[in-house]
């Protein structure tokens, strides 16, 4: 199958392009939360039943700097600690409705902003392009599975 010689640079420069709409969109919107914080809730909210120390693994930092994020999450009313209820050493990371709400208008923002750029290409160009991240996706899924220890990665 023959690839156009400057793809990867393409997929490279489009992929920085969307970081930089979806920051945009959330640097806009005045949150009272860091970067950081914003993707422990992310990370909180994909997997249910998180602890501090396997999001300390999953953000790659040391299990103390992940509690004293979990400690300002918790102090400003987005995150509670509560014990599970099988095992009652083992604490569990949950968001509360007030960080449910934020990462709802956070992805509605973000949504938004692609959207408005989505607006701006032809139908046709939007219709290759959905076709085409699809098939990146599936590619990119299969890769990830393929690697040993791959990292856990979200937004």
Same mark, same amino acid.
């Given at each position: ?12 420069? %489009?992929?920085?392009? &969307?970081?930089? $709409?979806? =920051?945009?969109?959330?640097? @806009?919107?005045?949150?009272? *939360?860091?970067? +950081? ?37 918790? %102090?400003?009313?987005? &995150?509670?600690? $509560?014990? =599970?209820?099988?095992?009652? @050493?083992?604490?569990?990371? *949950?968001?509360? +409705? ?58």
């Amino acid at each position: 199958m023959e690839r156009a010689p400057n793809l990867a640079a393409a997929v490279e420069a %489009a992929a920085e392009a &969307l970081v930089g $709409v979806l =920051d945009a969109a959330v640097s @806009r919107q005045n949150l009272t *939360v860091s970067p +950081t914080q914003l993707r422990v809730l992310a990370l909180v909210a994909g997997r249910p039943g998180l602890n501090v120390n396997r999001l300390a693994v999953l953000l790659d930092v040391v299990p103390s700097s992940a509690s004293r994020l979990c400690d300002r999450l918790e %102090a400003t009313g987005l &995150l509670r600690r $509560v014990a =599970d209820p099988r095992d009652r @050493r083992e604490v569990r990371l *949950v968001l509360t +409705t007030a960080a449910e709400d934020l990462l709802r208008e956070v992805k509605e923002r973000r949504y938004r902003a692609v959207q408005v750029v989505l607006d701006r290409m032809p139908g046709r160009v939007q219709h290759e392009l959905l076709g085409a991240l699809v098939a990146f996706g599936q590619a990119a899924v299969a890769e990830v599975a393929d690697a040993p220890d791959a990292p856990a990665r979200s937004a």
